[in-house]
T-cell receptor
Framework: GAVVSQHPSRVICKSGTSVKIECRSL??????MFWYRQFPKQSLMLMAT?????????EQGVEKDKFLINHASLTLSTLTVTSAHPEDSSFYIC???????????FGQGTRLTVV | QQQVKQSPQSLIVQKGGISIINCAYE??????FPWYQQFPGKGPALLIA?????SEKKEGRFTISFNKSAKQFSLHIMDSQPGDSATYFC????????????FGTGTSLTVIP
Protein backbone atom coordinates (compact mmCIF):
# COMPACT_ATOMS: atom_id res chain seq x y z
CA GLY A 1 0.00 0.00 0.00
CA ALA A 2 0.87 3.67 -0.10
CA VAL A 3 3.42 4.99 2.38
CA VAL A 4 2.99 7.91 4.71
CA SER A 5 6.07 8.95 6.64
CA GLN A 6 5.73 10.90 9.86
CA HIS A 7 8.67 12.53 11.58
CA PRO A 8 9.86 12.60 14.28
CA SER A 9 8.60 9.42 15.91
CA ARG A 10 9.41 10.76 19.36
CA VAL A 11 10.12 14.23 20.65
CA ILE A 12 10.66 15.67 24.08
CA CYS A 13 10.46 19.42 24.48
CA LYS A 14 10.43 21.96 27.25
CA SER A 15 7.26 23.67 28.28
CA GLY A 16 6.74 26.90 26.35
CA THR A 17 8.61 25.82 23.24
CA SER A 18 7.15 24.87 19.85
CA VAL A 19 7.39 21.54 18.11
CA LYS A 20 6.87 20.76 14.44
CA ILE A 21 5.72 17.36 13.20
CA GLU A 22 5.98 16.47 9.53
CA CYS A 23 3.78 14.14 7.54
CA ARG A 24 4.83 13.14 4.04
CA SER A 25 3.14 10.99 1.45
CA LEU A 26 6.00 9.20 -0.25
CA UNK A 27 4.44 7.67 -3.32
CA UNK A 28 1.21 9.51 -3.95
CA UNK A 29 -0.22 13.00 -3.92
CA UNK A 30 -2.17 13.66 -0.78
CA UNK A 31 -4.93 16.11 -1.53
CA UNK A 32 -6.30 15.73 1.98
CA MET A 33 -4.49 15.11 5.22
CA PHE A 34 -5.92 14.50 8.65
CA TRP A 35 -4.31 15.08 12.02
CA TYR A 36 -5.35 13.01 14.99
CA ARG A 37 -4.52 12.93 18.65
CA GLN A 38 -4.61 9.74 20.63
CA PHE A 39 -4.48 9.34 24.39
CA PRO A 40 -3.33 6.06 25.93
CA LYS A 41 -5.78 3.23 25.38
CA GLN A 42 -8.21 5.56 23.62
CA SER A 43 -9.43 6.05 20.10
CA LEU A 44 -8.15 8.53 17.55
CA MET A 45 -9.56 12.00 17.97
CA LEU A 46 -9.66 14.06 14.80
CA MET A 47 -8.06 17.45 15.31
CA ALA A 48 -8.21 18.94 11.85
CA THR A 49 -8.55 18.26 8.16
CA UNK A 50 -6.33 20.02 5.67
CA UNK A 51 -6.62 20.24 1.93
CA UNK A 52 -3.61 21.20 -0.14
CA UNK A 53 -3.37 24.92 -0.65
CA UNK A 54 -6.19 25.87 1.67
CA UNK A 55 -6.64 26.53 5.36
CA UNK A 56 -7.21 23.61 7.66
CA UNK A 57 -10.62 22.90 9.11
CA UNK A 58 -10.40 22.38 12.85
CA GLU A 59 -12.70 20.24 14.94
CA GLN A 60 -14.65 21.83 17.71
CA GLY A 61 -12.54 22.41 20.79
CA VAL A 62 -9.21 22.34 18.96
CA GLU A 63 -7.33 25.63 19.21
CA LYS A 64 -6.18 26.60 15.74
CA ASP A 65 -3.68 29.11 17.10
CA LYS A 66 -2.07 26.43 19.21
CA PHE A 67 -2.05 23.64 16.67
CA LEU A 68 -0.86 25.21 13.43
CA ILE A 69 -1.38 23.09 10.35
CA ASN A 70 0.24 23.76 7.02
CA HIS A 71 -0.43 21.75 3.88
CA ALA A 72 1.68 23.64 1.41
CA SER A 73 2.30 20.85 -1.06
CA LEU A 74 0.65 17.65 -2.22
CA THR A 75 3.16 15.56 -0.34
CA LEU A 76 3.75 17.42 2.90
CA SER A 77 1.68 18.61 5.81
CA THR A 78 3.03 19.90 9.09
CA LEU A 79 1.54 20.24 12.55
CA THR A 80 3.19 22.75 14.85
CA VAL A 81 2.32 22.64 18.53
CA THR A 82 3.01 26.15 19.74
CA SER A 83 3.88 27.08 23.31
CA ALA A 84 3.61 23.46 24.32
CA HIS A 85 2.45 22.51 27.80
CA PRO A 86 2.58 19.17 29.60
CA GLU A 87 -1.11 18.59 28.85
CA ASP A 88 -0.22 18.61 25.14
CA SER A 89 1.77 15.44 25.69
CA SER A 90 0.13 12.82 23.52
CA PHE A 91 0.46 10.61 20.47
CA TYR A 92 -0.16 12.55 17.27
CA ILE A 93 -0.98 10.73 14.04
CA CYS A 94 -1.46 11.95 10.51
CA UNK A 95 -3.24 10.25 7.65
CA UNK A 96 -3.29 11.08 3.98
CA UNK A 97 -5.81 10.63 1.22
CA UNK A 98 -5.38 11.03 -2.50
CA UNK A 99 -8.01 12.55 -4.75
CA UNK A 100 -10.78 10.18 -5.69
CA UNK A 101 -9.66 7.49 -3.27
CA UNK A 102 -11.46 6.34 -0.18
CA UNK A 103 -8.61 4.62 1.60
CA UNK A 104 -6.54 6.71 3.98
CA UNK A 105 -3.01 5.78 4.93
CA PHE A 106 -1.59 6.55 8.34
CA GLY A 107 1.79 7.73 9.47
CA GLN A 108 3.69 5.97 12.21
CA GLY A 109 2.70 8.53 14.80
CA THR A 110 4.69 10.97 16.93
CA ARG A 111 4.98 10.63 20.69
CA LEU A 112 5.22 14.15 22.10
CA THR A 113 6.32 14.61 25.68
CA VAL A 114 6.37 18.11 27.11
CA VAL A 115 8.40 18.50 30.29
CA GLN B 1 -21.72 11.86 19.97
CA GLN B 2 -20.00 8.61 19.07
CA GLN B 3 -20.76 7.96 15.41
CA VAL B 4 -19.39 4.43 15.53
CA LYS B 5 -19.82 2.21 18.55
CA GLN B 6 -17.41 -0.67 19.08
CA SER B 7 -17.40 -3.65 21.41
CA PRO B 8 -15.93 -5.29 23.34
CA GLN B 9 -13.39 -2.93 24.83
CA SER B 10 -11.01 -5.80 25.42
CA LEU B 11 -10.89 -9.41 24.34
CA ILE B 12 -8.79 -12.38 25.35
CA VAL B 13 -8.72 -15.35 23.01
CA GLN B 14 -6.85 -18.62 23.08
CA LYS B 15 -4.41 -19.29 20.24
CA GLY B 16 -6.26 -20.90 17.37
CA GLY B 17 -9.59 -19.48 18.44
CA ILE B 18 -11.85 -16.98 16.70
CA SER B 19 -11.75 -13.31 17.69
CA ILE B 20 -14.91 -11.33 17.01
CA ILE B 21 -15.21 -7.58 17.29
CA ASN B 22 -18.43 -5.73 16.61
CA CYS B 23 -19.28 -2.24 15.45
CA ALA B 24 -22.50 -0.36 14.90
CA TYR B 25 -23.18 2.93 13.19
CA GLU B 26 -26.11 5.31 12.83
CA UNK B 27 -25.43 7.35 9.72
CA UNK B 28 -26.78 5.52 6.66
CA UNK B 29 -24.70 7.80 4.44
CA UNK B 30 -21.53 5.96 5.44
CA UNK B 31 -20.28 3.94 2.50
CA UNK B 32 -16.85 2.70 3.50
CA PHE B 33 -16.05 0.60 6.54
CA PRO B 34 -12.39 -0.17 7.24
CA TRP B 35 -10.76 -2.00 10.10
CA TYR B 36 -7.40 -0.90 11.41
CA GLN B 37 -4.82 -2.73 13.46
CA GLN B 38 -2.60 -0.75 15.78
CA PHE B 39 0.43 -1.93 17.71
CA PRO B 40 1.71 0.09 20.70
CA GLY B 41 3.58 3.19 19.65
CA LYS B 42 2.65 2.80 15.98
CA GLY B 43 0.10 4.35 13.69
CA PRO B 44 -2.96 2.35 12.61
CA ALA B 45 -2.56 0.08 9.60
CA LEU B 46 -5.42 -0.83 7.31
CA LEU B 47 -6.38 -4.45 7.77
CA ILE B 48 -9.45 -4.96 5.62
CA ALA B 49 -12.34 -2.82 4.42
CA UNK B 50 -15.82 -3.31 3.03
CA UNK B 51 -18.44 -1.32 1.17
CA UNK B 52 -22.18 -1.67 1.90
CA UNK B 53 -22.96 -3.41 -1.38
CA UNK B 54 -21.51 -6.70 -0.11
CA SER B 55 -22.32 -8.66 3.02
CA GLU B 56 -18.96 -10.30 3.56
CA LYS B 57 -15.36 -9.88 2.62
CA LYS B 58 -12.57 -12.27 3.41
CA GLU B 59 -8.83 -11.75 3.23
CA GLY B 60 -6.78 -14.58 4.64
CA ARG B 61 -7.73 -15.12 8.27
CA PHE B 62 -9.66 -11.85 8.45
CA THR B 63 -13.33 -11.56 7.52
CA ILE B 64 -15.71 -8.62 7.68
CA SER B 65 -19.40 -9.38 7.99
CA PHE B 66 -21.69 -6.49 7.11
CA ASN B 67 -25.38 -6.19 7.96
CA LYS B 68 -26.74 -3.12 6.22
CA SER B 69 -30.26 -3.34 7.64
CA ALA B 70 -28.96 -3.60 11.19
CA LYS B 71 -26.22 -1.02 10.54
CA GLN B 72 -23.66 -3.34 12.02
CA PHE B 73 -20.39 -4.83 10.88
CA SER B 74 -17.94 -7.13 12.53
CA LEU B 75 -14.39 -8.38 12.22
CA HIS B 76 -13.65 -12.07 12.58
CA ILE B 77 -10.10 -13.24 13.04
CA MET B 78 -9.86 -16.96 12.43
CA ASP B 79 -7.11 -19.11 13.92
CA SER B 80 -6.01 -16.21 16.13
CA GLN B 81 -2.30 -16.00 16.80
CA PRO B 82 -0.27 -14.25 19.52
CA GLY B 83 1.04 -11.90 16.82
CA ASP B 84 -2.52 -10.69 16.32
CA SER B 85 -2.44 -9.15 19.79
CA ALA B 86 -3.04 -5.47 19.12
CA THR B 87 -5.73 -2.83 19.30
CA TYR B 88 -8.32 -2.94 16.54
CA PHE B 89 -10.38 0.02 15.42
CA CYS B 90 -13.38 -0.02 13.16
CA UNK B 91 -14.18 3.11 11.22
CA UNK B 92 -16.72 4.53 8.85
CA UNK B 93 -16.58 7.27 6.28
CA UNK B 94 -18.68 8.81 3.55
CA UNK B 95 -17.60 10.26 0.27
CA UNK B 96 -18.06 13.94 -0.40
CA UNK B 97 -17.02 15.14 3.03
CA UNK B 98 -13.27 15.00 2.61
CA UNK B 99 -13.53 11.36 3.54
CA UNK B 100 -13.53 12.12 7.25
CA UNK B 101 -13.17 8.89 9.18
CA UNK B 102 -15.19 8.20 12.30
CA PHE B 103 -13.45 5.70 14.54
CA GLY B 104 -14.78 3.26 17.06
CA THR B 105 -13.36 3.29 20.56
CA GLY B 106 -11.03 0.38 19.91
CA THR B 107 -10.70 -3.22 21.10
CA SER B 108 -7.60 -4.48 22.79
CA LEU B 109 -7.09 -8.07 21.67
CA THR B 110 -4.82 -10.45 23.53
CA VAL B 111 -4.20 -13.89 22.08
CA ILE B 112 -2.73 -16.21 24.65
CA PRO B 113 -0.57 -19.15 23.58
Amino acid sequence: GAVVSQHPSRVICKSGTSVKIECRSLDFQATTMFWYRQFPKQSLMLMATSNEGSKATYEQGVEKDKFLINHASLTLSTLTVTSAHPEDSSFYICSALSRGNTEAFFGQGTRLTVV
Amino acid sequence: QQQVKQSPQSLIVQKGGISIINCAYENTAFDYFPWYQQFPGKGPALLIAIRPDVSEKKEGRFTISFNKSAKQFSLHIMDSQPGDSATYFCAASKRGTGNQFYFGTGTSLTVIP
